[in-house]
């Protein structure tokens, strides 16, 4: 935790669960067993895309485990991106492998989503992992919302009967991070309302909230005068903001007005350094986990 109590410090969180995934993995070495191996397949030349797959690249030595990535043209076809998925399907080294999203507007993102085999379907957005998680069975676990859940729970944030508002329903965070918060045991058990573009009277419901995560999309969305005294607030959003005042001629923010908020809330994550690192160490632990089952 950061020597403010206020702020959620993502990164030591996530270090201190790559000490921890950095120790299977040698573990896994001295028995003689290979170290687990992460592939990712990025399509065109995205910025933010080839900075997080980079991180991700980085995350993964820094634990031990072999990683290699595919780098595409923007023009690759649908039929080359599913022969590499098929090759990675059958790969043996490969434990496994995300695709990186966006894609380019010509591929179909369901359809790709739908080639990866389950098995090593390591950022869980496959509908056969998605199913899994809905009915609270075993799967991986979509990175980022397990990167919340995790964060509340190292953090000491209590969920159980706790009111939580979401803000985004994507199949990446909002609608995922609903069923997990909501589901039986410890990390859950909490009363989830899931809020949209299309929710009447947002400040009404997001005032009631013990704890706020908000995954919408827009810079500074979240103001203090929708957050009650005391609640806790995740942010998941990043944006890059020209700022020509700015050493690097841009800021980063997130959906949430941190400063304003930040005097209301008993906890907050900061935007960097609060969510992000958090879905790259689930990535890796996911990776582990699928490495595992194999061996």
């Given at each position: 935790m950061n020597a403010d109590n206020k702020i959620i410090d993502g990164k030591a969180i996530a270090d201190a669960m790559k000490k921890e995934i950095a120790a299977e993995v040698a573990a896994m070495l001295d028995k003689g067993i290979e170290a687990p191996h992460l592939a990712a397949v990025i399509v065109g030349e995205d910025g933010a895309s080839q900075t997080y797959v980079s991180s991700k690249e980085k995350a993964c030595h820094s634990v031990g485990m072999t990683s290699s990535v595919y780098r595409l043209p923007e023009k690759t076809s649908e039929k080359e991106l599913f022969d590499l998925l098929d090759f990675l399907n059958k790969d043996d080294?490969?434990?496994?492998?995300?695709?990186?999203?966006?894609?380019?507007?010509?591929?179909?993102?369901?359809?790709?989503t739908q080639a990866i085999m389950p098995s090593k379907d390591v950022d869980g957005f496959t509908p056969y992992n998605i199913g899994l998680m809905q009915l609270g069975l075993p799967c991986f676990l979509p990175a980022t919302p397990f990167g919340i859940v995790e964060l509340l729970k190292r953090s000491g944030v209590e969920t159980?009967?706790?009111?939580?508002?979401?803000?985004?329903?994507?199949?990446?965070?909002?609608?995922?991070?609903s069923v997990m918060l909501s589901r039986k045991g410890k990390g859950g058990d909490a009363t989830v309302t899931l809020c949209h573009s299309k929710t009447k009277n947002l400040a009404e419901i997001t005032r009631r909230a013990d704890i706020i995560i908000v995954a919408i999309g827009k810079p500074l969305f979240l103001k203090a005068d929708m957050v009650k005294e005391g609640a806790v607030v995740i942010d998941v959003g990043i944006h890059r903001i020209a700022d020509e005042s700015a050493e690097k001629g841009y800021v980063i923010q997130g959906d949430v007005d941190y400063d304003e908020v930040y005097k209301v809330a008993s906890k907050i994550t900061p935007v960097p350094g609060g969510v992000g690192p958090m879905t790259i160490v689930s990535l890796l632990y996911n990776t582990l986990q699928a490495a595992k089952r194999k061996r």
């Open positions: 080294e490969i434990d496994g492998y995300i695709v990186q999203l966006p894609l380019p507007k010509h591929i179909d993102e369901t359809k790709v159980e009967g706790k009111h939580v508002v979401v803000l985004g329903r994507s199949n990446i965070v909002g609608t995922p991070v």
